[in-house]
T-cell receptor, first 113, second 116 residues
Framework: DAGVTQSPTHLIKTRGQHVTLRCSPI?????VSWYQQVLGQGPQFIFQ???????GRGNFPDRFSARQFPNYSSELNVNALLLGDSALYLC????????????FGPGTRLTVT | GENVEQHPSTLSVQEGDSAVIKCTYS??????FPWYKQELGKGPQLIID?????GEKKDQRIAVTLNKTAKHFSLHITETQPEDSAVYFC???????????????FGQGTILTVHP
């Protein structure tokens, strides 16, 4: 079985642009959580989605949005990019809403110049 | 909200020695505590976890202990090997109020270096 996949691997954007990051969870998993990991820090929770509905939101501005598709894949969108948005964006795959374990993908490295 | 503190920030040991990383949490409702290992250029890998109804859990060379009263939990790695070198993160989560375990609050990480 394939693990969690994320695309693209790396991305360079300019301030003010917008970006879309993609995630496919493990087959059979119905929920994804998104995290931002700034260099040298632990990941910070952005969103959780389950069955296409938002089930949790972290302390991030409205420039951050996400959605989940019927095949359980997910997109994270960030508008009006700031230099401070430069980070590794991680997607975690979760089997169900009652499940404990989260399995992370390799992440997308976003650099904003 | 939950706050997770992790110590030490760096840890250097000789191959074969034991390594201990400690975390404290602030929210008494937290009841699930996973540990992740992150190697350079990779996403975090779940290595062990513990739920609040258990005080200790062991998996080969790795063990985790939980003290709910003191609100702290620890990762113990015995017989360390060079391939154990990585950044280790503790985290906490809660399903209080009918929420899920989908939100993890992470510690700041510990850079573990195992010298051959």
């Amino acid at each position: 079985d394939a693990g969690v996949t994320q695309s693209p691997t790396h991305l360079i954007k300019t301030r003010g642009q917008h970006v879309t990051l993609r995630c496919s969870p493990i087959s059979g998993h119905k929920s994804v959580s998104w995290y931002q990991q700034v260099l040298g820090q632990g990941p910070q929770f952005i969103f959780q989605y389950y069955e296409k509905e938002e089930r949790g939101r972290g302390n991030f501005p409205d420039r951050f949005s996400a959605r989940q598709f019927p095949n359980y894949s997910s997109e994270l969108n960030v508008n009006a990019l700031l230099l401070g948005d430069s980070a590794l964006y991680l997607c975690a795959s979760i089997r169900s809403l009652a499940a404990y374990e989260q399995y992370f993908g390799p992440g997308t490295r976003l650099t904003v110049t | 909200g939950e706050n997770v503190e992790q110590h030490p920030s760096t840890l250097s040991v000789q191959e074969g020695d034991s390594a201990v990383i400690k975390c404290t949490y602030s929210d008494s409702a937290s009841n699930y505590f996973p540990w992740y290992k992150q190697e350079l250029g990779k996403g975090p890998q779940l290595i062990i976890d513990i739920r609040s109804n258990v005080g200790e859990k062991k998996d080969q060379r790795i063990a985790v202990t939980l003290n709910k009263t003191a609100k702290h939990f620890s990762l113990h790695i015995t017989e360390t090997q060079p391939e154990d070198s990585a950044v280790y993160f503790c985290a906490g989560s809660s399903n209080a109020g009918g929420t899920s375990y989908g939100k993890l609050t992470f510690g700041q990480g510990t850079i573990l270096t195992v010298h051959p």
